[in-house]
């Protein structure tokens, strides 16, 4: 007796189609697992077996081979368990053939015969080309995403087969969990003073330019960074569909469904370079860098990170999706991402300010040579953040609050759409003559800054781009010296450890 | 080997491996340099039980190995490369007095220029390397004002206030040459910045260390080069220096010779000025300008040739940004705040005051420049 159902598995953040083909015939008892399947798929004999026999729904004593289709695709968790369980009850007259015929499978389980969500449901069910697919109540919120197909959320197995023999109706869908709201991202108008670093935010913001903050610890660039999700503007339903798709495949909680705050992610020094940048198992899991798709990576101490896990960033940095391979293939995954990264300026941890330091030189120089130049060349924006004095601080006013920045950052953002299609980060040396002429006393100031040899062929174009941002948020058609002084002025030497070419 | 003067010898002593100061003077106590050396080779300072027991248990293998490592030097050879290099290698007897009279006196000196330069009054000028640029200007400052006025500035040839005070020394119409004292060998140029100020240095003056050529810059060797140049100074002038600076060493040698140690004020809130300020409130005289310092030498301070200020006047604003500037390194952030403007209007001030020569950038940092350069 054969029987066939639908199910899907998950490459990277895709989710592939799988047919669940089960065979049962006499000989002795046997339960064969076909088709790639890794530890956790193979698994599903015991977990099918007691969650059947709990149910009360029976075992066949006899040679069971499940071939999981296409043989070449590996097959990765515990989401098949479900079908393989429907496609057993088919194959043993428990439920009626043409029931299942509409429906996908996707659920983990439960020894006592519960389904379970799993992680990377919504590019799963879209993967399926069923328009009914029965899922765990938990994956119903992801699975309902997808909008052409209709999520039937079922909590046991003995509930599915009832239905399924037509003796009971769909259970209700249930009422939506109370949705844990994301936490509110923190507003600007908590950070006094600190012009350069707050503008700086402004602009990483509008521009899309990635940002080195570099100063003393206490100085506040976490309480800044953290901020910067609350410039950007809000995911566009494709991205945000996106982005929702990969944390769903790295098995993030998504109790509110689809995703539209801009996300921020913030991995410890400690990262492994595949947690950065993706893979691991056969399931290849999503990296940080995936995660931090449409919003914010944030790097604090950027000097401590290995620097394996840094080199990883070039590619997703260049390209703004990240390519991973293992034995079993590849993937590309998206990866895009404004980087925020934080330093101390030296390790004692004193000042940057001339002076202030304690380190002995060689200490200093090793601790500057584990950022790559390549890497920092990277950073548009290069700013001294500051514990700010007590004196300073009284006399500044009270800053712009998100909502006003943010304000000001759509704008800017269209404007820079309307007239090259894209953000500034992304404009060619090429481009810039038309979209960012320079004024004679701007020219002088780009001269002198290479002349003196603080900015490289490539630093100039940067600066180039960064001013244009400044006059895009200021709602300029020309980009004006105090644009281009400011740029400059956005792009220190934060190290002092010289020009980097 | 009968045509080799006896500094060759010393020489060639003093280029063996573990051969410290402390221990060189055991070696040549009571013996000539050509002795000393003849001994080494032909076993008999290996047999010198008081030597052996003045270098404790290490004694034996010690002088083993540098009994192996004399056999196999081409002594004519080492000769001849100081000869090339001008560098004179002298025992104590012909030192110069203030170190003959030290009590912590040196064995042997390796020196480029000759002891004729340490006639007049000598000043040393020291502080930290990691210094502000206001340490630097008056480093500076001091340095050319003293070289003007017939004062020898001694220093050590380090980063930061030492070399500026140097440059400073060089610059102008100096009367007094140059004298500084090294920790590494005079043929190891440290640090590498300074490459050209050591040149000149030992081309216009006197370069003096205890170390052997090719002695690399060891931190031991530092505190020793610091009591030197407390010993050759009549004075000792501290620009800026961090509370557990390097050159409170320099100081404390200084209060064991009874030198007078002046100190330079600096701002409460600049940690270079930190040791510096305490100096001053422990009794170290305050040096607000090189009279103070001439004063102390018993020096009449001659006529101050005025300072020509020719740099173009800041507009309003420039001079608006250069008052919120102020003497003590600020952040484009501070200056923002002080001022009012916004980023933009200050950043483009700043760039032109830079232009102008008002304003030095150092990383991401702004410093005032007062008038002279
Ligand atoms: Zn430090």
Same mark, same amino acid.
């Given at each position: 007796?054969? @029987?066939? !159902?639908?199910?899907?598995?998950?490459?990277?953040?895709?989710?592939?189609?799988?047919?669940?083909?089960?065979?049962?015939?006499?000989?002795?008892?046997?339960?064969?697992?076909?088709?790639?399947?890794?530890?956790?798929?193979?698994?599903?004999?015991?977990?099918?077996?007691?969650?059947?026999?709990?149910?009360?729904?029976?075992?066949?004593?006899?040679?069971?081979?499940?071939?999981?289709?296409?043989?070449?695709?590996?097959?990765?968790?515990?989401?098949?368990?479900?079908?393989?369980?429907?496609?057993?009850?088919?194959?043993?007259?428990?439920?009626?053939?043409?029931?299942?015929?509409?429906?996908?499978?996707?659920?983990?389980?439960?020894?006592?015969?519960?389904?379970?969500?799993?992680?990377?449901?919504?590019?799963?069910?879209? @993967?399926?080309?069923?328009?009914?697919?029965?899922?765990?109540?938990?994956?119903?919120?992801?699975?309902?995403?997808?909008?052409?197909?209709?999520?039937?959320?079922?909590?046991?197995?003995?509930?599915?087969?009832?239905?399924?023999?037509?003796?009971?109706?769909?259970?209700?869908?249930?009422?939506?969990?109370?949705?844990?709201?994301?936490?509110?991202?923190?507003?600007?108008?908590?950070?006094?003073?600190?012009?350069?670093?707050?503008?700086?935010?402004?602009?990483?913001?509008?521009?899309?330019?990635?940002?080195?903050?570099?100063?003393?610890?206490?100085?506040?660039? !976490?309480?800044?960074?953290? $901020?910067?999700?609350?410039?950007?503007?809000?995911?566009?339903?494709?991205?945000?569909?996106?982005?929702?798709?990969?944390?769903?495949?790295?098995?993030?909680?998504?109790?509110?469904?689809?995703?539209?705050?801009?996300?921020?992610?913030?991995?410890?020094?400690?990262?492994?370079?595949?947690?950065?940048?993706?893979?691991?198992?056969?399931?290849?899991?999503?990296?940080?860098?995936?995660?931090?798709?449409?919003?914010?990576?944030?790097?604090?101490?950027?000097?401590?990170?290995?620097?394996?896990?840094?080199?990883?960033?070039?590619?997703?940095?260049?390209?703004?999706?990240?390519?991973?391979?293992?034995?079993?293939?590849?993937?590309?995954?998206?990866?895009?991402?404004?980087?925020?990264?934080?330093?101390?300026?030296?390790?004692?941890?004193?000042?940057?300010?001339?002076?202030?330091?304690?380190?002995?030189?060689?200490?200093?120089?090793?601790?500057?040579?584990?950022?790559?130049?390549?890497?920092?060349?990277?950073?548009?924006?290069?700013?001294?953040?500051?514990?700010?004095?007590?004196?300073?601080?009284?006399?500044?006013?009270?800053?712009?609050?998100?909502?006003?920045?943010?304000?000001?950052?759509?704008?800017?953002?269209?404007?820079?759409?309307?007239?090259?299609?894209?953000?500034?980060?992304?404009?060619?040396?090429?481009?810039?003559?038309?979209?960012?002429?320079?004024?004679?006393?701007?020219?002088?100031?780009?001269? $002198?800054?290479?002349?003196?040899?603080?900015?490289?062929?490539?630093?100039?174009?940067?600066?180039?781009?960064?001013?244009?941002?400044?006059?895009?948020?200021?709602? @300029?058609? @020309?980009?004006?010296?105090?644009?281009?002084?400011?740029?400059?002025?956005?792009?220190?030497?934060?190290?002092?450890?010289?020009?980097?070419? | 080997?009968?045509?080799?003067?006896?500094?060759?010898?010393?020489?060639?002593? &003093?280029?063996?491996?573990?051969?410290?100061?402390?221990?060189?003077?055991?070696?040549?106590?009571?013996? =000539?340099?050509? *002795?000393?050396?003849?001994?080494?080779?032909?076993?008999?300072?290996?047999?010198?039980?008081?030597? /052996?027991? *003045?270098?404790?248990?290490?004694?034996?293998?010690?002088?083993?190995?540098?009994?192996?490592?004399?056999?196999?030097?081409? %002594?004519?050879?080492?000769?001849?490369?100081?000869?090339?290099?001008?560098?004179?290698?002298?025992?104590?007897? #012909?030192?110069?007095?203030?170190?003959?009279?030290?009590?912590?006196?040196?064995?042997?000196?390796?020196?480029?220029?000759?002891?004729?330069?340490?006639?007049?009054?000598?000043?040393?000028?020291?502080?930290?390397?990691?210094?502000?640029?206001?340490?630097?200007?008056?480093?500076?400052?001091?340095?050319?004002?003293?070289?003007?006025?017939?004062?020898?500035?001694? =220093?050590?040839?380090?980063?930061?206030?030492?070399?500026?005070?140097?440059?400073?020394?060089?610059?102008?119409?100096?009367?007094?040459?140059?004298? *500084? %004292?090294?920790?590494?060998?005079?043929?190891?140029?440290?640090?590498?910045?300074?490459? %050209?100020?050591?040149?000149?240095?030992?081309?216009?003056? /006197?370069?003096?260390?205890? *170390?052997?050529?090719?002695?690399?810059?060891?931190?031991?060797?530092?505190?020793?080069?610091?009591?030197?140049?407390?010993?050759?100074?009549?004075?000792?002038?501290? %620009?800026?220096?961090?509370?557990?600076?390097?050159? &409170?060493?320099?100081?404390?040698?200084?209060?064991?010779?009874?030198?007078?140690?002046?100190?330079?004020?600096?701002?409460?809130?600049?940690?270079?000025? #930190?040791?510096?300020?305490? /100096?001053?409130?422990?009794?170290?005289?305050?040096?607000?300008?090189?009279?103070?310092?001439?004063?102390?030498?018993?020096?009449?301070?001659?006529?101050?040739?005025?300072?020509?200020?020719?740099?173009?006047?800041?507009?309003?604003?420039?001079?608006?940004?250069?008052?919120?500037?102020?003497?003590?390194?600020?952040? /484009?952030?501070?200056?923002?705040?002080?001022?009012?403007?916004?980023?933009?209007?200050?950043?483009?001030?700043?760039?032109?005051?830079?232009?102008?020569?008002?304003?030095?950038?150092?990383?991401?940092?702004?410093?005032?420049?007062?008038?002279?350069?």
């Amino acid at each position: 007796m054969l @029987a066939i !159902t639908a199910s899907a598995t998950i490459a990277g953040v895709d989710g592939r189609p799988v047919s669940v083909e089960v065979h049962v015939a006499g000989g002795l008892p046997a339960f064969t697992v076909v088709g790639l399947p890794d530890t956790s798929c193979r698994e599903a004999r015991d977990r099918v077996r007691a969650a059947l026999l709990s149910s009360e729904l029976g075992w066949p004593e006899e040679k069971v081979t499940v071939n999981l289709a296409p043989s070449g695709l590996p097959k990765v968790g515990s989401g098949l368990d479900l079908a393989i369980a429907v496609a057993l009850m088919v194959a043993l007259d428990r439920v009626p053939r043409d029931s299942v015929t509409n429906l996908g499978f996707l659920a983990e389980l439960g020894l006592d015969g519960a389904l379970r969500p799993v992680r990377g449901a919504l590019p799963m069910v879209a @993967a399926m080309d069923r328009p009914e697919v029965v899922v765990a109540p938990g994956n119903h919120a992801e699975a309902q995403l997808v909008e052409r197909v209709q999520s039937r959320p079922v909590s046991s197995l003995r509930q599915l087969a009832e239905v399924l023999r037509g003796e009971a109706a769909w259970p209700p869908v249930p009422p939506p969990r109370p949705v844990a709201t994301p936490p509110p991202v923190p507003d600007l108008a908590d950070v006094r003073g600190q012009p350069v670093a707050r503008q700086a935010l402004e602009v990483a913001a509008a521009g899309g330019h990635h940002l080195l903050m570099v100063g003393p610890p206490g100085a506040g660039k !976490t309480m800044l960074a953290k $901020r910067l999700p609350g410039l950007l503007p809000p995911l566009d339903p494709g991205d945000a569909l996106t982005v929702t798709r990969v944390w769903s495949a790295a098995g993030l909680a998504l109790a509110g469904g689809l995703i539209r705050v801009p996300p921020f992610r913030a991995p410890h020094h400690q990262i492994s370079s595949v947690a950065m940048i993706g893979g691991g198992s056969a399931a290849m899991c999503p990296g940080e860098v995936s995660l931090a798709n449409g919003g914010v990576l944030f790097l604090d101490e950027l000097g401590e990170f290995p620097p394996a896990a840094l080199e990883a960033l070039r590619q997703p940095l260049e390209e703004g999706t990240v390519r991973v391979s293992r034995v079993h293939g590849s993937q590309t995954y998206p990866a895009r991402f404004v980087l925020v990264a934080a330093m101390n300026p030296c390790p004692c941890g004193e000042s940057g300010a001339p002076g202030g330091c304690r380190c002995s030189d060689s200490a200093r120089a090793r601790y500057h040579r584990r950022l790559s130049a390549p890497l920092l060349d990277r950073f548009d924006l290069r700013v001294v953040v500051e514990r700010p004095g007590a004196a300073d601080l009284l006399s500044a006013p009270v800053g712009e609050g998100s909502a006003a920045v943010a304000q000001r950052v759509a704008g800017a953002r269209s404007r820079a759409r309307a007239r090259s299609g894209g953000l500034n980060v992304d404009l060619r040396p090429e481009e810039l003559n038309r979209v960012a002429p320079l004024t004679p006393g701007s020219r002088f100031l780009l001269e $002198r800054a290479v002349t003196d040899g603080r900015l490289s062929g490539r630093g100039l174009h940067r600066v180039r781009t960064v001013a244009r941002t400044m006059a895009d948020l200021d709602g @300029a058609q @020309a980009v004006s010296d105090e644009h281009l002084a400011a740029a400059l002025a956005h792009r220190v030497d934060p190290l002092g450890i010289g020009v980097r070419p | 080997m009968t045509a080799l003067p006896p500094a060759a010898h010393l020489a060639a002593l &003093m280029s063996l491996d573990g051969m410290w100061p402390r221990r060189a003077r055991l070696v040549l106590a009571r013996r =000539s340099p050509e *002795a000393a050396w003849e001994a080494l080779l032909d076993g008999a300072l290996a047999r010198s039980v008081p030597l /052996l027991r *003045a270098l404790r248990g290490r004694g034996p293998e010690l002088v083993q190995g540098w009994a192996e490592q004399a056999r196999a030097l081409d %002594v004519p050879r080492l000769w001849q490369r100081h000869l090339q290099l001008g560098i004179g290698v002298t025992e104590p007897r #012909a030192h110069p007095a203030a170190l003959r009279e030290d009590p912590a006196p040196p064995t042997v000196l390796f020196h480029r220029g000759g002891f004729d330069h340490l006639d007049g009054a000598r000043v040393a000028i020291v502080g930290t390397r990691k210094c502000t640029r206001y340490g630097r200007d008056v480093a500076f400052d001091l340095g050319a004002q003293l070289a003007e006025a017939g004062v020898g500035v001694v =220093s050590g040839l380090a980063l930061g206030i030492d070399a500026e005070a140097h440059r400073g020394a060089l610059a102008g119409t100096p009367t007094a040459p140059p004298i *500084a %004292v090294v920790g590494s060998g005079l043929d190891v140029v440290y640090p590498r910045a300074n490459d %050209v100020l050591w040149q000149q240095v030992a081309e216009r003056g /006197l370069l003096l260390s205890e *170390a052997p050529l090719g002695a690399a810059p060891e931190g031991w060797r530092f505190p020793a080069r610091n009591r030197l140049i407390a010993a050759l100074a009549d004075v000792v002038v501290v %620009v800026e220096s961090h509370v557990r600076g390097g050159s &409170m060493s320099t100081v404390d040698e200084a209060l064991r010779r009874d030198r007078p140690v002046l100190a330079v004020p600096g701002s409460v809130r600049s940690d270079a000025s #930190a040791g510096t300020n305490a /100096l001053l409130a422990q009794g170290a005289g305050p040096v607000t300008g090189v009279d103070d310092v001439l004063a102390v030498l018993g020096c009449t301070p001659g006529p101050r040739r005025p300072v020509a200020d020719d740099r173009l006047a800041p507009d309003e604003m420039g001079a608006t940004v250069l008052d919120a500037v102020g003497w003590q390194p600020s952040t /484009l952030d501070q200056v923002v705040l002080r001022t009012a403007f916004d980023v933009g209007a200050v950043a483009l001030a700043v760039e032109r005051l830079i232009e102008a020569g008002w304003l030095v950038r150092t990383g991401g940092w702004l410093e005032r420049v007062p008038a002279h350069r």
